[in-house]
């Protein structure tokens, strides 16, 4: 991959070619080979990092009738044609300048390109927006922080706090065709310091039901009202159905994992899912708002506070797996507080717009746990403990694996009813990605990327083939192995 950073491209598999990203280059490699096809590189302006918080990454390509769709750091959207890597079209979302970028994999919905932006921690105002696949032509832009006079202004106090106000859209949502409804969770409010924007501050820290063909929003649902905590509600957005009912869940970073009604928006559940959360005790399950302790309060005052999960979350952006069989999500939770004390913002575009002071609080002992989850209720139902936590996605499959990976370099597959390790494997360097399985010749496989070392592994059998170390990975295993 010729690049040395983390790597959270999800590899996209398609008749036998499977395509990767970094944060400067698309890549197309023979899935049983791992010979590259083709690389088309990315320029962009040397200024560009710094305004990309947090990773200079790349999160993967969605692919339509031949044609692979990406992000740019440098706020582009461009289209390539799957065979040869060569640019069909490219459009400018936004001047980065203002502390725009984009990380995020596009998500096509009903015919429409759909992608998000990131800049969380700049003082942007957040958007999500929809493109024509053929042409690259912008079809709709939908702000996630509303401008006076458009519902959920309201939330936002009187003056201009709404133009900085936040909202980033830098994970990929959902899509669900029966109902033609793509779902997209929003991030934190800008900047940091609540006690600057009295209100709710929609639609930050909350998941949009909208319309793919013209991005009307037709439903919300807010995670954590007026966020001082950087919880976001980006995270993935997993769909299914529970007792005849289509619902919606996700294991927010703020410690709290929700299921709700896909059609109507409605609550279903929300409860707790790691040890410590202690900036509210419970979600009201009929007003769908949280109460809030007292740490919450005094996060807005100018104390110096500690609270528990830290603004790395329960869970950060590294997806979580569900079985439908067994009614279990497993996910890669935190165990890190954060200490935490507001200050007077200052705006300048293009520098981070925090408003606060903070440090991390680590305990002793196991930072993370991989957890077996039972959505309804939060509980494990079984734990995998380790000192350095975990950061890369869950695999779950219908064969009773569990697949994720270390920072330390390890990937690990588990037996998802005992927890029992089935085997590991070091790659080499740190796995911050989410792995994806595919089948080929009868026989299934996973894959996941690393941040350096080896080009392309390929476990087969007892035929192992691998290529010489040269920055950045993808590993590829039997499922048998």
């Not at 990773?55 to 339509?64: F, P, Q, T």
């Not at 100018?302 to 950060?316: C, D, L, R, Y």
Request: glycine share 12%.
């Amino acid at each position: 991959m010729n690049d040395n950073r983390g790597q959270e491209s999800f590899p996209l598999v398609k008749d036998g070619v499977m395509y990767v990203t970094t944060h400067n280059s698309t890549v197309a490699i023979d899935a049983m080979t791992g010979k590259q096809v083709w690389k088309s590189v990315i320029e962009y302006p040397a200024e560009t990092p710094r305004v990309a918080c947090c990773g200079i990454v790349n999160r993967g390509v969605a692919m339509l009738d031949g044609k692979l769709y990406r992000t740019t750091l440098d706020a582009h959207v461009i289209a390539l044609d799957a065979a040869t890597g060569a640019e069909v079209w490219r459009t400018k979302s936004i001047d980065i300048n203002e502390g725009y970028s984009m990380t995020v994999t596009p998500l096509i919905a009903d015919g429409v390109v759909i992608v998000g932006v990131s800049g969380g921690e700049y003082g942007i105002r957040g958007y999500i927006e929809g493109y024509d696949p053929a042409s690259g032509e912008r079809l709709w832009r939908t702000y996630t922080v509303p401008e006076p006079g458009q519902p959920g202004s309201e939330t936002w106090p009187e003056g201009d706090a709404w133009k900085n106000g936040g909202g980033p859209a830098w994970l990929t949502g959902t899509y669900d065709p029966d109902l033609n409804t793509v779902y997209w969770g929003v991030g934190n409010a800008g900047p940091w310091n609540a006690g600057v924007r009295p209100g709710d501050n929609l639609y930050t820290g909350s998941m949009l039901a909208l319309d793919p063909k013209t991005g009307s929003i037709k439903w919300h649902y807010q995670f954590t009202p007026n966020d001082p905590f950087d919880y976001d509600g980006t995270n993935e957005l997993v769909l299914t159905e529970m007792d005849g009912k289509k619902v919606i869940m996700q294991a927010n970073r703020n410690g709290f994992l929700y299921v709700i009604d896909r059609e109507s928006g409605k609550l279903v559940a929300a409860n707790k899912f790691v040890d410590r959360v202690d900036w509210a005790d419970s979600i009201d399950l009929a007003s769908g708002k949280p109460n809030q302790t007292e740490l919450a309060a005094k996060t807005r005052s100018g104390e110096q506070v500690e609270f528990w999960p830290s603004a790395f979350g329960g869970k950060n952006w590294s997806p979580m797996a569900y079985d439908p069989a067994s009614n279990t999500a497993f996910a890669n939770t935190l165990n890190i507080g954060m200490n935490y004390k507001a200050v007077e913002p200052q705006y300048r575009a293009g520098v981070f717009y925090f408003g606060a002071e903070f440090s991390w609080s680590w305990p002793q002992g196991d930072r993370g746990f991989l957890r077996a989850i039972d959505p309804m209720t939060g509980k494990a139902k079984w734990s995998q403990g380790s000192e350095i936590p975990r950061m890369a996605g869950v695999l779950a499959t219908g064969g009773g694996l569990a697949f994720t990976g270390r920072m330390t370099g390890e990937f690990e597959a588990f037996n998802t009813e005992t927890s029992d390790k089935l085997w590991q494997f070091q790659t080499g360097s740190g796995i911050v990605g989410q792995p994806v399985t595919w089948e080929a010749g009868g026989k299934q496989y996973v894959t996941v990327l690393s941040g350096v070392g080896a080009v392309y592994a390929l476990f087969s059998g007892d035929e192992r083939l691998a290529s010489v170390p040269a920055g950045g990975s993808v590993w590829t295993f039997a499922l048998s192995e």
